[in-house]
């Protein structure tokens, strides 16, 4: 289960029926101490509502209810596009969820390509191919089809490249352009 604070459950102000203003998807040990940590601090600091799961899924856990319920109930995904994120089941059934979302429900979508090229995403190259050739050793070709298509879907979205960000920095211009969507 995720772990949120209470602050992060205060219902959004932006639309009626939104739990959250922003859902982070992103891998954990690529960007959590600090790209994510970074931008989620700054979209709080902004009053923007966002679900950010604090907790590891343990290794043969399914992703929870609690969590496929705040990727539903936010009005925007932004996902944080790493070089190990393709290689976290959790997160590729993070986006395909994301991406049912934006198809069913009109969720906007926003990809930030994080220390990573948009091709290598959208075409499955680099550390996404080596991840895709292990996954296709373990899980079905149906559900390896389905992330591989929710990739092409996503990475062929406008977004940002920030491979060159300092630190994980968050600039205050960077920050204000993610604002305008919210």
Known sequence: MAAISSSDCKPSSSRPGWSYDVFLSF?????RKNFTDHLYTALIQAGIHTFRDDDELPRG??????????IEDSRISILVFSKDYASSRWCLDELVKILECKRT???LVL????DIDPSDVRKQKGSFAKAFDR????FSK???NKWREALLLAGNLSGWDIRS????YISPNFLFQIQLYV
């Not at 891998?27 to 960007?31: I, K, L, N, P, S």
């Not at 996954?135 to 373990?138: K, N, P, R």
């Not at 960000?165 to 994980?168: D, E, S, T, V």
């Open 165 to 168: 960000l300092a630190n994980g």
């Open 27 to 31: 891998r954990g040990e690529d960007t």
């Open 105 to 107: 429900m009109g969720q």
């Open 135 to 138: 996954h296709e050793d373990i």
């Open 61 to 70: 856990e399914e992703i929870g209810p609690q969590l496929l319920k705040a």
């Open 111 to 114: 990809p930030i390509f994080y």
């Open 142 to 144: 149906e559900k390896v």
